[in-house]
């Protein structure tokens, strides 16, 4: 139980262009959704929290117009990346908690993004 | 801001010896969390340890919490090449948030 998966695995576009990934708890309830971000090597930042329903929460730092959440059902999350420019590069994760997991967040398997 | 420090940040071990990791952080805490990651991969959640509690065990893991110290530590007892992968720890304040470290990259040398 508690899985989570990202889509796409990865992705390479140009620069100038919007890049969506999405994140889906696949069997049970996510009541919030983190997304991190990765760099070679280093450890995830928080970017932004989503609770369902409700506009997300960002971290110091993140562009929200720069980095749109929307977390519309207890299941998706989305993040779109806008107008990607190659420091956009890098590895995306996201996570979730639940009613019946609150302590434990969950992982998706990250999205690679390269931004050419 | 990561609150999160981890050493060693490498460790190179033989299979079947021991793997300790030590993880230190800056504010008071609900929990501690340690993952694992394998390259290129999501993380994976091993074991969680409440500020109220002083030791657990889960397999051949075994975390530790002193928070008079503000530290954890994790063993892996009995290491195995498939153990290699990189782990960090991560601490929750409030509302879920996890803050993590920098992450210690294990290698089990068969």
């Known amino acids: 139980g508690a899985v989570v998966s990202q889509h796409p695995s990865r992705v390479i576009c140009k620069s100038g262009t919007s890049v969506k990934i999405e994140c889906r708890s696949l069997?049970?309830?996510?009541?919030?959704m983190f997304w991190y971000r990765q760099f070679p090597k280093k450890s995830l930042m928080l970017m932004a929290t989503s609770n369902e329903g409700s506009k997300a929460t960002y971290e110091q730092g993140v562009e929200k117009d720069k980095f749109l959440i929307n977390h519309a059902s207890l299941t998706l999350s989305t993040l779109t990346v806008t107008s990607a420019h190659p420091e956009d590069s890098s590895f995306y994760i996201c996570?979730?908690?639940?009613?019946?997991?609150?302590?434990?967040?969950?992982f998706g398997p990250g999205t690679r993004l390269l931004v050419l | 801001s990561q609150q999160g420090e981890e050493d060693p940040q490498a460790l190179s071990i033989q299979e079947g010896e021991n793997a300790t990791m030590n993880c230190s952080y800056k504010t008071s805490i609900n929990n501690l969390q340690w993952y694992r990651q394998n390259s290129g991969r999501g993380l994976v959640h091993l074991i969680l340890?409440?500020?109220?509690?002083r030791e657990k065990h889960s397999g051949r893991l075994r975390v530790t919490l002193d928070t008079s110290k503000k530290s954890s530590s994790l063993l892996i007892t009995a290491s195995r090449a498939a153990d290699t992968a990189s782990y960090f720890c991560a601490t929750e304040t409030s509302g879920s948030r996890l803050t993590f470290g920098e992450g210690t990259q294990l290698t089990v040398n068969p």
């Open positions: 069997d049970f309830q996510a009541t919030t």
């Open positions: 996570s979730a908690t639940g009613q019946s997991h609150k302590e434990t967040q969950y």
């Open positions: 340890i409440r500020s109220n509690e």
